[in-house]
Nanobody
Framework: QVHLVESGGGLVQAGGSLRLSCAAS????????MGWFRQAPGKEREFVSIITWRFGVTYYPDFAKGRFTISRDNAKNTVYLQMNSLKPEDTAVYFC??????????????????WGQGTQVTVSS
């Protein structure tokens, strides 16, 4: 069993930055990829960024490119999300997720096996 715990959320003004962390624990943690998703009130959960665990290949949707950076520390079993130039529309609960296997639909939340409890990010205008 894998346990994911997010931290680093909070309240920030527009244009500010936050760094989210996701610490994983489990007897043998070796996912294929890790992802960040977010869900705003009344909206579906959406893909924010992905990183493959072994080679560190990253993926971003258009809204995150140039502003968000995902990284990982394999030794610490931790994945990070650096978010810069935050906008009010970035306000959401941010979730960390882990997938054990490859999927061509790595942007879909249905392709992940483990989830954290989420951390709230609020960006004020």
């Amino acid at each position: 069993q894998v346990h994911l715990v997010e931290s680093g959320g909070g309240l920030v003004q527009a244009g500010g930055s936050l760094r989210l962390s996701c610490a994983a624990s489990g007897r043998t943690f070796s996912p294929y990829r890790m992802g960040w998703f977010r869900q705003a009130p009344g909206k579906e959960r959406e893909f924010v960024s992905i990183i493959t665990w072994r080679f560190g290949v990253t993926y971003y949707p258009d809204f995150a490119k140039g502003r968000f950076t995902i990284s990982r520390d394999n030794a610490k079993n931790t994945v990070y999300l650096q978010m810069n130039s935050l906008k009010p529309e970035d306000t959401a609960v941010y979730f960390c997720a882990a997938a054990q296997n490859y999927s061509p639909r790595n942007y879909s939340d249905t392709e992940y096996d483990y989830w954290g409890q989420g951390t709230q990010v609020t960006v004020s205008s």
